[in-house]
């Protein structure tokens, strides 16, 4: 069985302190900080610092931090596959995406799932592209919904291409009224979220040559219609960041098309995993039936 210690770690890299940890865990501080000690007494190293926020890892700590979590996850896929031996269809599955797609694509991906498989859990964490790739890679999340390219070494199905569109005030009209072109965008503001200012939107704003200097930046996609709708400049956003935000604006694509590709990425290991490949089947299936005709990938195991 998982040495308790193990378990204690994790939680606290999770929880960022010993009391939150032993809260989670429902244990004493005192005992979330024996089992602490004792390890780093078997490992020869502190794992943590204590800071005024909380703790945080030690060099050595972060060195270790993958191969404890590769253990945690195989003891629960020891757990899983014995539960599904006995028809349980049990245990659980850590899933991490970006703010769209935790809008659009989760509540009915797991509102089915959950009627499907009601004693497999599922816990969701929003994050953007590059945390939710390394998070996966180092076992922390199960699979992840990203955007190509992924820099790490994972399983990556693309999924879909979501086309990247311009959000303008309700009195602009291009001046071909259909496409938004260089000429259009001489002298205006964008707005974005920081983190979406790399790979696909990056090369769109690049393509039309908008200075960095010419760039604001809001929290969410919301707030990007919002200030665009006030007149404080143009916004960019993807198809699907569309879907479930409002605002008295237009919508015109660029007259060169440009897209992001959404995908799922999974460390090989957890994709063995029985609840994470049923979620896997899932998400593709629902990809499937939602966007007949833009899915890249067919659904795992057809």
Not at 43 to 52: E, K, V, Y
Request: a neutral charge; aromatic letters at 8%; one cysteine or more.
């Amino acid at each position: 069985m998982l040495p308790f210690a193990y378990r204690v770690f994790q939680t606290i890299v999770q929880e960022h302190t010993f009391y939150r940890a032993a809260q989670t865990l429902n244990v004493t501080p005192s005992a979330i900080s024996h089992s602490v000690n004792q390890l780093e007494k078997e490992l020869g190293f502190p794992l943590f610092i204590r800071n005024r926020s909380g703790v945080e890892l030690t060099t050595d700590g972060q060195s270790v931090l993958p191969l404890i979590q590769a253990i945690i996850n195989a003891e629960d896929r020891l757990q899983q596959a014995a539960a599904n031996i006995h028809g349980l269809n049990a245990g659980s599955v850590r899933i991490g995406a970006f703010s769209s797609v935790c809008i659009n694509w989760l509540p009915p991906i797991i509102r089915q799932f959950r009627q499907d498989y009601p004693q497999i859990a599922i816990n969701v964490e929003q994050a953007g592209f590059g945390k939710i790739a390394a998070d996966v890679k180092t076992g922390r999340l199960d699979l992840g919904l990203s955007a190509l390219p992924v820099a790490e070494k994972l399983t990556v199905l693309p999924l879909v291409r979501d086309e990247i569109y311009c959000i303008t005030s309700s009195d602009f009209v291009p001046a071909n009224r259909t496409t938004v072109t260089a000429a259009d965008l001489v002298d205006q503001n964008f707005i974005l979220q920081r983190g979406d200012y790399d790979k696909d939107t990056k090369a769109a704003l690049d393509h039309y040559q908008i200075r960095p200097n010419a760039l604001r930046f809001s929290i969410d996609d919301q707030s990007i219609l919002a200030m665009v709708e006030a007149g404080m400049g143009m916004g960019i956003l993807p198809e699907l960041a569309l879907e479930r935000v409002t605002g008295n604006v237009n919508v015109y694509p660029f007259d060169k098309q440009f897209y992001r590709t959404i995908c799922l990425v999974v460390n090989a290991e957890q994709a063995k995993a029985p609840s994470t490949a049923k979620l896997l089947r899932a998400i593709t299936d629902y990809v499937e039936a939602t966007y007949p005709d833009k899915v890249l990938t067919h659904s795992a195991g057809k």
